[in-house]
């Protein structure tokens, strides 16, 4: 029987991982995050003292690179050669390494076919940059998640403070902007919606009612598949 897809696409922190494990909770689905998957190789990369624009050292040092998800008490988490990184690959100079590593074509093609089997196996939430484009373009929903930039910079920035980072929110918009700037216009698999993606945009909602929307937009388009 095929599988049930659904990708979320969207820039940079306009809530796809926190909708996305929700409503593979509420759903019972599979959740990937294909961006923590690049985070894991960003990492890997700054440990190696790459800098960015490095990109063919980045290319040799694939080899050397191995990806897992494993799904530990309901909640995926990522391996980089067997080290759990679920937390250290959440910083802002993670993000920055992913933003640089992601534009390599040989990363995504490196990352593609593991992202494609956990899609033919499972009923999966997939999200990420080009999900609906690329990865699965044949997912049964396709849903492009986008917010204002500030709206996202406001929302990164108590989620880092949080944690305990010392960022500004100056920083984090920029980084959001540049992040924007990088990720539509990259050459390969530029940000964008797909064709028949649905747009939700959550500038002006909180995440409750941000969760109730994606659920209303994802049963409707199901019940028409």
């Not at 490095?54 to 799904?71: A, G, M, S, W």
């Not at 250290?88 to 933003?99: F, G, H, N, P, Q």
């Not at 108590?158 to 984090?172: A, I, M, P, W, Y």
Request: charged share 30%; with cysteine.
């Amino acid at each position: 029987m095929k599988k049930i897809n659904i990708a979320i696409d969207g820039p940079s922190g306009a809530g796809k991982s926190t909708l996305a494990k929700r409503m593979a909770s509420e759903f019972g689905y599979i959740y990937v995050d294909t961006g923590g998957m690049y985070r894991a190789i960003g990492l890997y990369v700054l440990r190696q003292g790459i800098s960015i624009g490095e990109n063919q050292r980045v290319k040799d040092c694939l080899k050397d690179i191995n990806i897992d998800i494993k799904y530990i008490s309901g909640s995926q988490h990522i391996f980089l050669n067997g080290e759990d990184v679920s937390d250290l690959i959440r910083t802002e100079e993670i993000s920055k390494y992913a933003s640089f590593v992601s534009a390599i074509p040989t990363v995504r093609q490196f990352l593609l076919d593991l992202q494609r089997a956990l899609a033919c196996e499972n009923n999966v939430i997939m999200d990420g940059r080009d999900i609906g484009t690329v990865i699965l373009p044949e997912a049964s929903v396709k849903i492009f998640l986008t917010a204002s930039a500030e709206k996202r910079a406001g929302r990164r920035y108590e989620e880092l403070r949080e944690k305990g980072q010392n960022v500004t929110f100056e920083s984090v918009l920029e980084n959001i902007r540049q992040r924007d700037k990088n990720d539509s216009e990259r050459a390969i698999a530029p940000l964008k919606p797909a064709d028949d993606a649905i747009t939700v945009d959550t500038s002006d909602i909180n995440l409750e009612e941000s969760a109730a929307l994606l659920k209303k937009v994802i049963l409707e388009k199901m019940s028409n598949v």
